[in-house]
């Protein structure tokens, strides 16, 4: 009897917080898991070591990233173009690099957005511009692949209780209760939207009705709002 194989899933940045849940969720559900450490080994080591293992990528988790909290002008610039590396460049690069095992799995792929990507961010302008690429390049991505057999999902949390705030320099209480949700919900509403197919999820009523009042928001009082909300978070 041959046994079927499991799904393969590669995860950037599982060694904590919501990529920790992610990779609980995935293997909860039967999926065998590469991890992928931060110091990478290259995207090409990654698929010579898949190849000699007889694995294909049915599933691309681009998770690891990070932010900073500060002024862009005050802040480090070496840190923020590290963070667009990761952030943006990583992601893109891992997203198309697996594309060709994707459509022949008719696998999909789950970006870690954040509800970020809706609005900029002033007090934390390159990551919020860091996270609405995230949003436009999924999206996108989610329409070109569909018809290639390939599911993208965009996930956009908002706060998350992890060690992101602490990395990013965020106080631990800078968020309102009503908009937190864990780690673990928020994989699972990850999981199971990429099982859906869905194009952008968006973890938790609240913060589903904030994306959608910043669309309906004029700028002008949007970015007063941001970065005086941004102040009260260090
Ligand atoms: N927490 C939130 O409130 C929140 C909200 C919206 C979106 N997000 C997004 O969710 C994702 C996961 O964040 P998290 O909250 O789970 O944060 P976290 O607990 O700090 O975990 C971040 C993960 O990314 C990895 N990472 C950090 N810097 C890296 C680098 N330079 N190269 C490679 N990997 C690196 C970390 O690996 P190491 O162990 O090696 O550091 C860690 O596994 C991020 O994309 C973040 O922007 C978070």
Redesign the pocket.
């Known amino acids: 009897m041959t046994q079927e194989k499991r799904p393969v899933t590669l995860i950037?940045?599982?060694?904590?917080?919501?990529?920790?849940?992610l990779a609980h969720e995935f293997a909860a559900n039967g999926h065998e898991l590469v991890l992928i450490?931060?110091?990478?080994q290259g995207r090409a080591a990654l698929a010579e070591a898949l190849d000699q293992r007889g694995l294909e990528a049915d599933v691309v988790v681009n998770?690891?990233?990070?932010?900073l909290v500060g002024d862009a002008d005050t802040l480090d610039r070496a840190e923020q173009l590290?963070m667009i590396?990761?952030?943006v460049r990583?992601l893109t690069d891992l997203s198309l690099a697996f594309v060709d095992s994707l459509k022949r799995r008719r696998g999909g792929i789950l970006n870690?957005?954040?509800?970020?990507a809706f609005m900029p961010g002033p007090g934390m302008a390159v990551?919020y511009a860091s996270?609405a690429y995230v949003l436009s390049f999924s999206e996108a991505l989610h329409r070109e692949l569909k018809p290639k057999g390939v599911r993208v999902t965009v996930l956009?949390?908002?706060?998350?209780?992890?060690?992101?705030?602490a990395?990013a320099g965020l106080a631990a209480d800078a968020?309102p209760r009503i908009l937190k949700r864990s780690?673990e919900q928020v994989a699972r509403d990850g999981y199971r939207s990429l099982k859906e197919g869905r194009r952008v999820v968006v973890p938790g009523f609240a913060n589903s009705v904030a994306t959608t009042l910043t669309r309906f928001a004029p700028h002008g009082l949007l970015l007063d709002l941001i970065a005086r909300q941004q102040k009260g978070r260090r």
């Open positions: 950037t940045g599982a060694s904590s917080g919501i990529g920790a849940a450490a931060r110091r990478e998770n690891a990233g990070f932010g590290a590396d990761l952030d990583a870690v957005a954040s509800t970020a990551y996270k956009c949390p908002g706060p998350v209780p992890t060690e992101f705030q990395r968020f780690a």
